[in-house]
């Protein structure tokens, strides 16, 4: 058992030196818009190879569920993928989704040795996932897993705008990392 160390930070997941990264992905492992295209532009097309062969082997990957490859060119030594729910008004599931996105990533992450991941905000783009919502279950999924488990060490909440960065910030678990701006 280990202290939990949880950090916020804003900026961009791609130029983490961490062992693993989180790609909010689509359930086809292509690529797409938002994190997951930039995440497979930075990585390179190693990323997508991989991703083939699993979509070869077992389909996509199922809303909640989360898959490993390689990280191509970026500075992580892997990507997890993982499908977020669409936000479709809080009855339909989504909640336990989205915590099994963060318990799914954090237990691959796991068996893989890494110490240290980095999970982008999940679901709260164009998946519409209400940002705060989205915010409690993150940090209450990752922080009952790290008092659990070993590994992953580190965990870091990497946001792309102010509002997800101030909701992930307000939890007294999550070390702030400046102001967010």
Known sequence: MQPVNIEVI???????NVDAIVNAANSSLMGGGGVDGAIH?????????????IVARQ?????????????GTLP????????GPVWQGGN???EEKLANCYRNSLKLANENGCKSIAFPNISTGIYGYPK??????AVTTVSGYMVEND????????CFDQENYLHL???????????GS
């Open 10 to 16: 804003k900026g961009d997941i791609t130029s983490l």
């Open 41 to 53: 532009r930075a990585g390179g097309p190693a990323i997508l190879d991989d991703c083939r062969r």
């Open 59 to 71: 389909g996509g990957c199922p809303t909640g569920e989360a898959v490993i490859t390689t990280a």
């Open 76 to 83: 992580a030594k892997y990507v997890i993928h993982t499908v």
């Open 92 to 94: 339909k599931g989504e």
């Open 132 to 137: 705060d919502e989205a915010a409690e279950i």
């Open 151 to 158: 590994l992953p060490e580190q965990v870091i909440f990497v």
């Open 169 to 179: 910030a307000k939890f007294p678990e999550v070390q702030r990392s400046g102001n």
